[in-house]
């Protein structure tokens, strides 16, 4: 989708400045909140680009003023009230009002494999459409819902470096739509194609790429 989260290639942010020794968590909360999202996710109750696409969905001024686990904990707070399984005045007040829903529970024993993260990878519905060395140009889309395409590479011409075999399809799972496996690329595009004759005339950069979001060049 296009919205503030998608600022590769965005000027006027400033420089980023790594944090020296940056601890793991600022406060427990953040410690808190990370074992909620794979608690979540392991009991079943929504997938990694269900999350992606409700982080993407905040408003621009919420998303900018929140810390990288606010931003997950707000997207915690509203998938689970989309999905039914908690109410705004539940979570508000840390009581529950209504009888809960049937999840996979997490326990201790079974906590290393919720950090492990599954294959995605899926056999091919049909062979892929292209191959290393094929010129192509990234779709200028602009869905209202979630996409790893990112925007700056959008209506561009790149050469596909690698096929990455067949790959869940984020922009369907993030919509509760199925896994719809889909070809994955790396695309190679020259900084010049993507900004202008100004730009640095070696830099290049590669994306990942769904096959939907390509066609021939």
């Not at 492990?116 to 200028?140: M, Q």
């Not at 869905?143 to 984020?170: D, K, Q, S």
């Amino acid at each position: 989708m296009d919205g503030i989260h998608d600022m590769g290639g965005m000027h006027g942010f400033g420089k980023v400045e790594p944090e020296r020794n940056e601890p793991v968590f600022h406060a427990a909360w953040e410690g808190r909140t990370l074992a909620m999202q794979r608690a979540m996710m392991y009991a079943g109750a929504y997938n990694i680009d269900q999350m992606r696409a409700a982080i993407e969905a905040l408003p621009p001024e919420l998303y900018l003023s929140s810390s990288y686990y606010k931003r997950w904990a707000l997207e915690i707070e509203n998938l689970v009230t989309g999905l039914g399984l908690a109410d705004v005045d539940e979570i508000k007040t840390g009581l529950a009002r209504h009888a809960g829903k049937p999840l996979r529970k997490l326990t201790a024993g079974e906590v290393p494999n919720a950090l492990t993260r599954g294959s995605y990878f899926r056999p091919p519905p049909s062979p892929a459409r292209f191959k290393a060395g094929d010129r192509v140009r990234a779709k200028n889309i602009h869905p209202p819902t979630h996409t790893r395409l990112p925007r700056y590479a959008r209506g561009h011409v790149g050469v596909i470096e690698a096929i990455r075999g067949c790959h869940v399809f984020p922009d369907s799972s993030a919509l509760g739509a199925g896994e719809n496996p889909q070809w994955l690329y790396t695309v190679l595009f020259e900084g010049r194609e993507l900004w202008d004759e100004n730009t640095d005339p070696t830099l290049t950069v590669s994306i990942e790429a769904f096959e939907p979001y390509l066609e021939a060049a």
